[in-house]
């Protein structure tokens, strides 16, 4: 069981960055590709950023590719989304999810394991 805990939400200026966390206190999480999406008031669920197991694919949505940045770190059991130059549109509630299709994947149907979220506010 995979259980995602998400940290390091707040609220910020346009321009500011934020690091977000994905915790797992299963320590399971390094054995599964993993997804960040994001929820904004009124608006459906949509995807942010995935990263496989090894690290080795990454794949962006259009409108963070260039600002934002996915990592993890195995031995920690942690996931990772560095947001840089952010902007109000990126007002949203942040989620992690392990995707349990075994590849890094850009649908929401492809993960089976999600985190309560962590609200990030970014204000103009």
């Known amino acids: 069981q995979v259980q995602l805990v998400e940290s390091g939400g707040g609220s910020v200026q346009t321009g500011d960055s934020l690091r977000l966390s994905c915790s797992d206190s299963?320590?399971?999480?390094?054995?599964?590709?993993m997804g960040w999406f994001r929820q904004a008031p009124g608006k459906e669920r949509e995807f942010v950023a995935t990263i496989s197991v090894n690290a080795g694919v990454r794949y962006y949505a259009d409108s963070v590719k260039g600002r934002f940045t996915i990592s993890r770190d195995n031995i920690k059991n942690t996931v990772y989304l560095q947001m840089n130059s952010l902007k109000p549109e990126d007002t949203a509630a942040y989620f992690c999810?392990?995707?349990?299709?075994?590849?890094?994947?850009?649908?929401?149907?492809?993960?089976?394991?999600w985190g309560q979220g962590t609200q990030v506010t970014v204000s103009s």
């Open positions: 999810a392990a995707s349990f299709k075994g590849l890094a994947s850009t649908r929401q149907s492809d993960f089976g394991s």
């Open positions: 299963g320590r399971t999480l390094r054995n599964y590709p």
